[in-house]
């Protein structure tokens, strides 16, 4: 089955659940116009009512909602550095004979 992302944009999805909300719509004809089960309904609607000015579905085609900020990957990338500084250090140490 294709996923309800591909199917459907935010604002139709949107629309359903307002619709829901007035009791113009059940939540098993949302269901069955979407393509899922009662939980995934239950979690939709429980993120719409938190923010429905900003609500989305996970729309793939878009950008992902999982993207670090360049401060965020910055400093990963800073971290690793001296990580992998610590393991050439380590492996450098290991690789030397001492001479007495």
Known sequence: MEQMY???SS???KGLL???EKGEVSREAIEGI???KKAMFFRLISRYREDKERFEINNRKGKSNNNLTEEEESGIKEELAI???LIDDERTAQNTI???
Do not use: H
């Open 34 to 36: 979407l393509g899922i």
């Open 11 to 13: 604002e139709q999805v």
């Open 98 to 100: 001492i001479v007495i």
């Open 83 to 85: 990580e992998k500084k």
């Open 18 to 20: 307002e619709k829901y």
């Open 6 to 8: 591909r199917k459907f």
